[in-house]
């Protein structure tokens, strides 16, 4: 199976968990050269840069052990981009989401854990 399709579809799913508990999505996969923002979600008070690990289960390591701290120092150095380009009021925060699809792209209910202010 090809890792980016279920990359995407974990994304996916989680915007609709964001989305289900009152958070816009005001981007997804935003790209700079130095590095990607999976989604950037907003609620009245905050701005969020949301890292998406996906994985079918927890066996080797928790999904979000994935999130080094070079991936880190990437996502920020992305998001002071996007702020620049986007100004806001809101304050900004680092937040990851693990989705576990046992099943892959059949999984009809994965799992998540919202890790919020992650780093």
Request: glycine share 4%.
């Amino acid at each position: 199976m090809d890792k980016r399709l279920l990359g995407s579809w974990g994304e996916e799913r989680a915007a609709e968990y964001l989305r289900k508990r009152h958070w816009k999505i005001v981007g997804m996969n935003y790209t700079t050269r130095f590095g990607e923002i999976d989604l950037i979600a907003e609620n009245r008070n905050y701005i969020a840069f949301v890292e998406v690990k996906m994985r079918r289960n927890a066996d080797f390591a928790q999904a979000r052990e994935f999130v080094t701290p070079h991936k880190q120092r990437r996502i920020r150095l992305a998001a002071e981009s996007w702020l620049s380009a986007n100004p806001t009021k809101k304050q900004p925060r680092f937040d990851v989401m693990e989705v576990y699809a046992p099943e892959g792209l059949l999984t009809k209910e994965p799992v998540f854990q919202h890790f919020e202010n992650a780093f």
